[in-house]
Protein backbone atom coordinates (compact mmCIF):
# COMPACT_ATOMS: atom_id res chain seq x y z
CA UNK A 1 0.00 0.00 0.00
CA UNK A 2 2.39 2.73 -1.04
CA UNK A 3 -0.35 5.11 -3.21
CA UNK A 4 -0.08 7.58 -5.74
CA UNK A 5 1.69 5.31 -8.41
CA UNK A 6 4.79 7.89 -8.83
CA UNK A 7 7.60 5.35 -8.64
CA UNK A 8 7.69 6.02 -12.17
CA UNK A 9 8.81 9.36 -11.39
CA UNK A 10 11.44 9.12 -9.03
CA UNK A 11 13.18 6.41 -12.08
CA UNK A 12 14.61 9.90 -13.12
CA UNK A 13 17.38 11.47 -11.39
CA UNK A 14 16.51 15.32 -10.91
CA UNK A 15 18.47 18.11 -9.10
CA UNK A 16 17.77 17.54 -5.49
CA UNK A 17 19.51 14.02 -5.41
CA UNK A 18 22.72 14.89 -3.36
CA UNK A 19 20.35 15.96 -0.37
CA UNK A 20 18.60 12.74 -0.94
CA UNK A 21 21.04 10.63 -1.43
CA UNK A 22 22.54 12.08 1.71
CA UNK A 23 18.93 11.31 3.38
CA UNK A 24 19.28 8.23 2.26
CA UNK A 25 22.34 6.75 3.33
CA UNK A 26 21.48 7.77 6.81
CA UNK A 27 18.22 5.97 6.88
CA UNK A 28 20.82 3.02 5.71
CA UNK A 29 23.89 3.94 8.67
CA UNK A 30 20.58 3.80 11.23
CA UNK A 31 19.56 0.42 9.83
CA UNK A 32 16.24 1.79 9.09
CA UNK A 33 14.24 0.23 6.23
CA UNK A 34 13.79 1.80 3.07
CA UNK A 35 10.12 2.05 1.47
CA UNK A 36 8.87 2.14 -1.63
CA UNK A 37 8.02 5.94 -2.10
CA UNK A 38 11.45 7.03 -0.28
CA UNK A 39 14.25 8.31 -2.89
CA UNK A 40 16.76 5.63 -3.74
CA UNK A 41 19.70 5.78 -6.18
CA UNK A 42 18.91 4.20 -9.29
CA UNK A 43 21.50 1.60 -8.64
CA UNK A 44 20.00 0.65 -5.29
CA UNK A 45 16.55 0.30 -7.09
CA UNK A 46 18.31 -1.73 -10.20
CA UNK A 47 19.59 -4.13 -7.93
CA UNK A 48 16.38 -4.82 -6.10
CA UNK A 49 14.21 -5.22 -9.01
CA UNK A 50 17.16 -8.05 -10.58
CA UNK A 51 17.56 -9.78 -7.79
CA UNK A 52 13.57 -9.73 -6.08
CA UNK A 53 12.69 -10.88 -9.79
CA UNK A 54 15.43 -13.15 -10.01
CA UNK A 55 13.98 -14.64 -6.54
CA UNK A 56 10.29 -14.89 -8.00
CA UNK A 57 11.27 -16.10 -10.73
CA UNK A 58 12.91 -19.23 -8.79
CA UNK A 59 10.33 -19.76 -6.53
CA UNK A 60 7.41 -20.41 -9.40
CA UNK A 61 10.23 -22.23 -11.64
CA UNK A 62 10.45 -24.48 -8.36
CA UNK A 63 7.48 -25.98 -8.28
CA UNK A 64 8.18 -27.78 -11.78
CA UNK A 65 10.66 -30.05 -10.04
CA UNK A 66 8.64 -31.42 -7.43
CA UNK A 67 5.16 -30.70 -9.18
CA UNK A 68 6.61 -33.90 -11.78
CA UNK A 69 5.83 -35.84 -8.92
CA UNK A 70 2.37 -35.40 -7.63
CA UNK A 71 0.69 -37.86 -9.62
CA UNK A 72 3.29 -40.64 -8.30
CA UNK A 73 3.75 -39.72 -4.94
CA UNK A 74 4.07 -43.21 -2.86
CA UNK A 75 0.97 -42.18 -0.11
CA UNK A 76 -2.11 -40.23 -0.51
CA UNK A 77 -0.31 -38.43 2.73
CA UNK A 78 2.67 -37.61 0.54
CA UNK A 79 0.56 -36.18 -2.19
CA UNK A 80 -1.18 -33.81 -0.03
CA UNK A 81 1.86 -32.48 1.43
CA UNK A 82 3.56 -31.91 -1.77
CA UNK A 83 0.68 -30.27 -3.39
CA UNK A 84 0.86 -27.97 -0.62
CA UNK A 85 4.14 -27.13 -0.94
CA UNK A 86 3.96 -26.95 -4.91
CA UNK A 87 0.93 -24.35 -3.71
CA UNK A 88 3.21 -22.58 -1.39
CA UNK A 89 6.17 -22.10 -3.74
CA UNK A 90 3.58 -20.38 -6.20
CA UNK A 91 2.29 -17.88 -3.41
CA UNK A 92 6.28 -17.05 -2.50
CA UNK A 93 6.77 -15.98 -6.18
CA UNK A 94 3.36 -13.76 -6.23
CA UNK A 95 4.57 -11.99 -2.78
CA UNK A 96 7.78 -11.65 -4.41
CA UNK A 97 6.52 -10.25 -7.77
CA UNK A 98 4.33 -7.95 -5.57
CA UNK A 99 7.14 -6.87 -3.81
CA UNK A 100 8.89 -6.06 -6.95
CA UNK A 101 6.62 -4.19 -8.34
CA UNK A 102 6.54 -1.45 -5.79
CA UNK A 103 9.93 -1.15 -7.26
CA UNK A 104 8.24 0.46 -10.02
CA UNK A 105 8.20 -2.89 -12.16
CA UNK A 106 5.23 -4.43 -13.97
CA UNK A 107 4.34 -8.08 -13.11
CA UNK A 108 3.72 -9.02 -16.99
CA UNK A 109 7.53 -7.08 -17.67
CA UNK A 110 8.95 -9.48 -15.25
CA UNK A 111 7.50 -12.36 -16.56
CA UNK A 112 8.50 -11.59 -20.02
CA UNK A 113 11.53 -11.08 -19.36
CA UNK A 114 11.78 -14.54 -17.57
CA UNK A 115 10.32 -15.91 -20.47
CA UNK A 116 12.84 -13.98 -22.80
CA UNK A 117 15.93 -15.34 -20.75
CA UNK A 118 16.76 -11.47 -20.05
CA UNK A 119 16.20 -12.96 -16.20
CA UNK A 120 17.94 -15.85 -14.24
CA UNK A 121 16.04 -17.76 -11.57
CA UNK A 122 18.30 -20.34 -9.06
CA UNK A 123 21.03 -22.61 -10.72
CA UNK A 124 19.15 -25.36 -9.06
CA UNK A 125 16.14 -25.67 -10.50
CA UNK A 126 17.67 -26.87 -13.60
CA UNK A 127 18.58 -30.52 -11.92
CA UNK A 128 16.23 -32.89 -12.62
CA UNK A 129 14.15 -34.43 -9.83
CA UNK A 130 14.54 -38.42 -11.33
CA UNK A 131 13.07 -40.02 -8.15
CA UNK A 132 11.41 -39.63 -5.44
CA UNK A 133 14.22 -39.68 -2.91
CA UNK A 134 14.99 -36.27 -4.77
CA UNK A 135 11.79 -34.60 -3.97
CA UNK A 136 13.29 -35.44 -0.20
CA UNK A 137 16.89 -34.14 -0.98
CA UNK A 138 15.10 -31.08 -2.27
CA UNK A 139 13.10 -30.05 0.35
CA UNK A 140 16.12 -30.57 2.91
CA UNK A 141 18.80 -29.38 1.00
CA UNK A 142 17.61 -26.75 -1.36
CA UNK A 143 14.95 -25.66 1.16
CA UNK A 144 17.45 -25.79 3.38
CA UNK A 145 19.74 -23.88 1.88
CA UNK A 146 16.92 -21.04 0.65
CA UNK A 147 16.04 -20.51 4.71
CA UNK A 148 19.76 -19.86 5.19
CA UNK A 149 19.66 -17.53 2.58
CA UNK A 150 15.96 -15.77 3.40
CA UNK A 151 16.46 -15.53 7.23
CA UNK A 152 19.59 -13.67 6.19
CA UNK A 153 17.14 -11.23 3.89
CA UNK A 154 14.17 -10.40 6.46
CA UNK A 155 16.60 -7.47 7.64
CA UNK A 156 17.38 -6.47 4.23
CA UNK A 157 16.98 -2.85 4.05
CA UNK A 158 13.99 -2.47 1.69
CA UNK A 159 10.66 -2.91 3.48
CA UNK A 160 9.06 -4.76 1.34
CA UNK A 161 11.30 -7.70 0.32
CA UNK A 162 11.89 -8.22 4.24
CA UNK A 163 8.30 -8.38 4.51
CA UNK A 164 7.85 -11.05 1.75
CA UNK A 165 11.21 -13.08 3.13
CA UNK A 166 9.73 -12.94 6.95
CA UNK A 167 5.86 -14.73 5.01
CA UNK A 168 8.20 -16.97 3.18
CA UNK A 169 10.04 -18.00 6.25
CA UNK A 170 7.82 -19.14 8.06
CA UNK A 171 6.51 -21.28 5.33
CA UNK A 172 9.36 -22.52 4.10
CA UNK A 173 10.01 -24.38 7.49
CA UNK A 174 7.72 -27.25 6.93
CA UNK A 175 9.14 -27.80 3.44
CA UNK A 176 12.36 -28.46 4.78
CA UNK A 177 11.09 -30.61 7.57
CA UNK A 178 9.00 -33.01 5.12
CA UNK A 179 12.23 -33.10 2.94
CA UNK A 180 13.77 -34.54 6.11
CA UNK A 181 11.26 -36.70 6.99
CA UNK A 182 10.86 -38.10 3.61
CA UNK A 183 14.58 -38.94 3.36
CA UNK A 184 14.62 -40.41 7.18
CA UNK A 185 12.12 -42.80 6.25
CA UNK A 186 13.82 -43.92 3.05
CA UNK A 187 17.17 -44.18 4.51
CA UNK A 188 15.44 -46.59 7.52
CA UNK A 189 13.54 -48.70 4.79
CA UNK A 190 14.99 -51.56 2.67
CA UNK A 191 18.35 -51.46 1.28
CA UNK A 192 16.88 -50.45 -2.10
CA UNK A 193 15.02 -47.05 -0.17
CA UNK A 194 18.59 -46.18 1.59
CA UNK A 195 20.51 -46.41 -1.40
CA UNK A 196 17.84 -44.03 -3.55
CA UNK A 197 17.72 -41.60 -0.61
CA UNK A 198 21.71 -41.49 -0.66
CA UNK A 199 21.88 -41.34 -4.30
CA UNK A 200 19.93 -38.01 -4.29
CA UNK A 201 21.81 -36.45 -1.71
CA UNK A 202 24.89 -37.26 -3.70
CA UNK A 203 23.14 -35.63 -6.68
CA UNK A 204 22.11 -32.45 -4.55
CA UNK A 205 24.75 -31.76 -2.06
CA UNK A 206 27.29 -29.83 -4.34
CA UNK A 207 24.49 -27.97 -6.56
CA UNK A 208 22.66 -26.32 -2.61
CA UNK A 209 25.91 -25.43 -1.75
CA UNK A 210 26.32 -23.58 -4.98
CA UNK A 211 22.96 -21.51 -4.24
CA UNK A 212 25.33 -19.31 -1.80
CA UNK A 213 26.45 -17.86 -5.02
CA UNK A 214 29.93 -17.69 -6.33
CA UNK A 215 33.07 -17.98 -3.54
CA UNK A 216 33.34 -14.00 -2.00
CA UNK A 217 36.06 -13.38 -4.09
CA UNK A 218 34.79 -13.74 -7.08
CA UNK A 219 31.31 -12.05 -6.36
CA UNK A 220 31.22 -8.85 -7.96
CA UNK A 221 28.03 -7.32 -6.62
CA UNK A 222 28.31 -8.71 -3.09
CA UNK A 223 30.25 -5.60 -1.75
CA UNK A 224 27.91 -3.00 -2.74
CA UNK A 225 25.13 -5.03 -1.66
CA UNK A 226 26.30 -5.40 1.70
CA UNK A 227 26.71 -1.82 2.02
CA UNK A 228 23.36 -0.88 1.13
CA UNK A 229 22.07 -3.73 3.68
CA UNK A 230 20.30 -5.38 1.14
CA UNK A 231 22.87 -8.95 1.61
CA UNK A 232 23.66 -9.11 5.68
CA UNK A 233 25.99 -11.96 4.72
CA UNK A 234 28.68 -12.92 2.62
CA UNK A 235 27.50 -15.81 0.39
CA UNK A 236 30.88 -18.00 1.97
CA UNK A 237 29.23 -17.11 5.65
CA UNK A 238 26.34 -18.36 5.10
CA UNK A 239 27.63 -21.49 2.47
CA UNK A 240 29.79 -23.01 5.69
CA UNK A 241 26.45 -22.28 8.52
CA UNK A 242 24.89 -24.53 5.77
CA UNK A 243 27.44 -27.05 6.10
CA UNK A 244 28.10 -26.66 9.95
CA UNK A 245 24.21 -26.93 10.06
CA UNK A 246 23.42 -30.19 7.50
CA UNK A 247 26.53 -32.25 8.21
CA UNK A 248 25.07 -33.38 12.14
CA UNK A 249 21.55 -33.48 10.37
CA UNK A 250 23.19 -35.85 7.70
CA UNK A 251 24.98 -38.61 10.54
CA UNK A 252 20.83 -38.63 12.00
CA UNK A 253 19.42 -40.12 9.00
CA UNK A 254 22.23 -42.05 8.19
CA UNK A 255 23.39 -41.22 4.78
CA UNK A 256 27.18 -39.45 3.88
CA UNK A 257 27.80 -36.47 2.30
CA UNK A 258 29.77 -36.78 -0.71
CA UNK A 259 32.53 -35.12 0.15
CA UNK A 260 35.90 -36.44 0.82
CA UNK A 261 37.31 -33.36 1.98
CA UNK A 262 34.75 -32.82 4.59
CA UNK A 263 36.30 -33.07 8.28
CA UNK A 264 35.83 -31.39 11.02
CA UNK A 265 38.03 -28.05 11.65
CA UNK A 266 39.36 -27.53 15.25
CA UNK A 267 40.66 -24.61 15.02
CA UNK A 268 38.22 -23.08 12.75
CA UNK A 269 35.51 -24.31 14.69
CA UNK A 270 33.89 -25.30 11.43
CA UNK A 271 33.86 -27.93 9.18
CA UNK A 272 36.47 -27.67 5.87
CA UNK A 273 34.72 -28.65 2.83
CA UNK A 274 36.06 -29.47 -0.69
CA UNK A 275 36.22 -27.21 -3.65
CA UNK A 276 32.37 -26.86 -5.96
CA UNK A 277 32.93 -26.88 -9.35
CA UNK A 278 32.15 -23.27 -10.31
CA UNK A 279 32.46 -24.32 -13.91
CA UNK A 280 29.65 -26.13 -13.79
CA UNK A 281 27.80 -22.89 -11.71
CA UNK A 282 28.39 -21.31 -15.11
CA UNK A 283 27.45 -23.69 -17.27
CA UNK A 284 24.00 -23.77 -15.62
CA UNK A 285 23.29 -20.66 -14.81
CA UNK A 286 24.13 -19.66 -18.72
CA UNK A 287 21.71 -21.91 -19.92
CA UNK A 288 23.48 -25.25 -20.61
CA UNK A 289 22.49 -26.84 -17.43
CA UNK A 290 20.33 -30.43 -17.91
CA UNK A 291 16.95 -28.87 -17.51
CA UNK A 292 17.09 -25.55 -18.44
CA UNK A 293 15.26 -25.80 -21.98
CA UNK A 294 12.70 -27.72 -20.47
CA UNK A 295 11.77 -25.64 -17.86
CA UNK A 296 11.52 -22.74 -19.63
CA UNK A 297 9.21 -24.27 -22.55
CA UNK A 298 7.09 -25.84 -19.48
CA UNK A 299 6.95 -22.40 -18.04
CA UNK A 300 6.55 -20.64 -21.15
CA UNK A 301 3.63 -23.35 -22.51
CA UNK A 302 1.94 -22.80 -19.04
CA UNK A 303 1.87 -19.11 -19.46
CA UNK A 304 0.55 -19.82 -23.37
CA UNK A 305 -2.40 -22.25 -21.74
CA UNK A 306 -3.66 -19.89 -19.47
CA UNK A 307 -4.12 -16.88 -21.27
CA UNK A 308 -7.87 -18.88 -22.37
CA UNK A 309 -8.43 -18.36 -18.29
CA UNK A 310 -6.93 -14.55 -17.87
CA UNK A 311 -9.24 -13.48 -21.35
CA UNK A 312 -12.42 -14.97 -19.40
CA UNK A 313 -12.18 -13.64 -16.23
CA UNK A 314 -11.23 -10.35 -17.72
CA UNK A 315 -14.53 -10.59 -20.33
CA UNK A 316 -16.78 -11.75 -16.99
CA UNK A 317 -15.14 -8.24 -15.02
CA UNK A 318 -16.11 -5.93 -17.99
CA UNK A 319 -19.54 -7.52 -18.49
CA UNK A 320 -20.24 -7.03 -14.64
CA UNK A 321 -19.02 -3.80 -15.14
CA UNK A 322 -21.15 -2.87 -17.89
CA UNK A 323 -23.98 -4.42 -15.86
CA UNK A 324 -23.58 -2.04 -13.09
CA UNK A 325 -23.45 0.90 -15.14
CA UNK A 326 -26.70 0.12 -17.12
CA UNK A 327 -28.44 -0.26 -13.35
CA UNK A 328 -27.39 2.50 -12.11
CA UNK A 329 -28.09 4.33 -15.65
CA UNK A 330 -31.68 2.86 -15.06
CA UNK B 1 0.14 17.86 1.66
CA UNK B 2 -1.51 14.87 -0.22
CA UNK B 3 -1.04 13.94 -3.53
CA UNK B 4 -3.54 13.33 -6.09
CA UNK B 5 -3.22 9.64 -7.43
CA UNK B 6 -1.57 9.84 -10.57
CA UNK B 7 -3.36 6.69 -11.70
CA UNK B 8 -6.99 6.41 -12.73
CA UNK B 9 -9.03 4.28 -10.96
CA UNK B 10 -9.35 0.91 -12.08
CA UNK B 11 -12.00 0.54 -14.80
CA UNK B 12 -12.19 -3.45 -15.90
CA UNK B 13 -14.53 -2.32 -18.64
CA UNK B 14 -11.80 -0.02 -20.28
CA UNK B 15 -9.47 -3.01 -19.96
CA UNK B 16 -9.45 -4.95 -23.93
CA UNK B 17 -10.26 -8.28 -23.49
CA UNK B 18 -6.86 -10.27 -24.39
CA UNK B 19 -4.54 -7.30 -22.54
CA UNK B 20 -3.50 -8.67 -18.88
CA UNK B 21 -1.86 -5.21 -18.71
CA UNK B 22 -5.07 -4.03 -17.90
CA UNK B 23 -5.39 -5.86 -14.28
CA UNK B 24 -5.32 -3.41 -11.86
CA UNK B 25 -3.34 -3.67 -8.57
CA UNK B 26 -5.30 -4.30 -5.93
CA UNK B 27 -3.89 -3.95 -2.09
CA UNK B 28 -4.96 -6.45 0.57
CA UNK B 29 -5.79 -6.33 4.26
CA UNK B 30 -6.16 -9.24 6.73
CA UNK B 31 -7.59 -8.85 10.55
CA UNK B 32 -5.77 -12.54 11.74
CA UNK B 33 -8.19 -12.57 14.12
CA UNK B 34 -11.48 -11.02 15.88
CA UNK B 35 -10.20 -7.82 17.87
CA UNK B 36 -7.66 -6.73 15.85
CA UNK B 37 -7.47 -4.08 12.78
CA UNK B 38 -7.02 -5.05 9.10
CA UNK B 39 -3.36 -5.12 8.35
CA UNK B 40 -1.88 -5.03 4.97
CA UNK B 41 -0.13 -7.80 3.94
CA UNK B 42 0.69 -6.88 0.06
CA UNK B 43 -0.78 -7.31 -3.57
CA UNK B 44 -2.17 -8.74 -6.02
CA UNK B 45 -3.52 -8.42 -9.84
CA UNK B 46 -7.15 -9.28 -10.51
CA UNK B 47 -9.60 -8.39 -13.39
CA UNK B 48 -12.60 -7.41 -10.42
CA UNK B 49 -13.16 -7.52 -6.78
CA UNK B 50 -14.47 -10.65 -6.49
CA UNK B 51 -11.75 -12.63 -7.82
CA UNK B 52 -9.15 -10.04 -5.72
CA UNK B 53 -11.15 -11.25 -2.65
CA UNK B 54 -10.87 -15.07 -4.13
CA UNK B 55 -7.10 -14.45 -4.88
CA UNK B 56 -5.79 -12.54 -1.72
CA UNK B 57 -7.67 -15.72 0.19
CA UNK B 58 -5.27 -18.20 -1.80
CA UNK B 59 -2.24 -15.99 -1.43
CA UNK B 60 -2.52 -14.68 2.07
CA UNK B 61 -4.75 -16.88 4.18
CA UNK B 62 -3.31 -20.46 3.44
CA UNK B 63 -3.03 -21.22 7.02
CA UNK B 64 -5.81 -19.54 8.35
CA UNK B 65 -4.08 -16.19 9.14
CA UNK B 66 -7.15 -14.21 8.81
CA UNK B 67 -11.02 -14.01 9.67
CA UNK B 68 -12.02 -11.28 7.32
CA UNK B 69 -9.80 -9.91 4.48
CA UNK B 70 -10.27 -6.36 2.76
CA UNK B 71 -9.52 -5.85 -1.19
CA UNK B 72 -8.82 -1.88 -1.99
CA UNK B 73 -7.68 -0.94 -5.46
CA UNK B 74 -4.20 0.34 -5.09
CA UNK B 75 -4.73 3.53 -6.90
CA UNK B 76 -7.43 4.68 -4.65
CA UNK B 77 -5.07 4.90 -1.89
CA UNK B 78 -3.85 8.51 -1.41
CA UNK B 79 -0.69 8.73 0.76
CA UNK B 80 1.60 11.39 2.27
CA UNK B 81 4.85 12.28 0.28
CA UNK B 82 7.61 11.25 2.01
CA UNK B 83 9.80 14.16 0.32
CA UNK B 84 7.33 16.35 2.52
CA UNK B 85 7.69 14.24 5.86
CA UNK B 86 9.46 17.00 7.41
CA UNK B 87 6.95 19.52 7.34
CA UNK B 88 4.41 17.41 7.30
CA UNK B 89 4.62 15.83 10.37
CA UNK B 90 6.19 18.91 11.81
CA UNK B 91 3.06 20.37 13.68
CA UNK B 92 3.34 16.97 15.80
CA UNK B 93 6.77 17.64 17.43
CA UNK B 94 6.97 20.47 19.23
CA UNK B 95 4.01 19.69 21.05
CA UNK B 96 5.02 17.40 23.97
CA UNK B 97 2.41 18.46 26.39
CA UNK B 98 0.40 15.85 24.55
CA UNK B 99 2.00 13.19 26.19
CA UNK B 100 1.57 12.08 29.82
CA UNK B 101 5.50 12.59 30.71
CA UNK B 102 5.72 16.00 30.14
CA UNK B 103 3.91 16.39 33.80
CA UNK B 104 5.73 16.91 36.67
CA UNK B 105 3.51 15.06 39.43
CA UNK B 106 4.55 15.28 43.47
CA UNK B 107 5.91 11.94 44.67
CA UNK B 108 3.90 9.44 46.24
CA UNK B 109 0.35 10.47 44.01
CA UNK B 110 -1.48 7.13 42.85
CA UNK B 111 -4.02 6.08 40.25
CA UNK B 112 -2.99 9.09 38.16
Redesign the interface.
Known amino acids: ??????TETALVPDEGDSERQAEFDALIADDQRI?P???MPDAYRRTLIRQVAQHAHSEIIGMQPEGNWITRAPSLRRKAILI?KV??EG?HG??LY??C??LGV???DLLDRLHGGRQKYSSIFNYPALTWADVGAIGWLVDGAAIMNQVALCRCSYGPYA??MI?ICK?ESFHQRQGFEILHTLAHGTPAQKEMAQDAVNRFWAPALMMFGPPDDASPHSAQSMAWGIKRFSNDELRQRFVDMSVPQAEVLGLSLPDPDLRWNDERGHYDSGELDWDEFARVISGDGPCNAQRMSRRIRAHEDG?WV??A??????K???RT?EVAAS | MTQTPQNPAPNPAAGNGSDRRGWPLWEVFVRARRGLAHQHVGSLHAPDAALALQNARDIYTRRSEGVSIWVVPSSAIVASSPQEKDSFFDPALDKAYRHPTFYDIPEGVEHL
Not at chain 1, 313 to 318: S, T
Request: net charge negative; aromatic share 10%.
Open positions: MYGNHDERDWAQDGLYSAETDRERAREAREAQAYAAQAAL
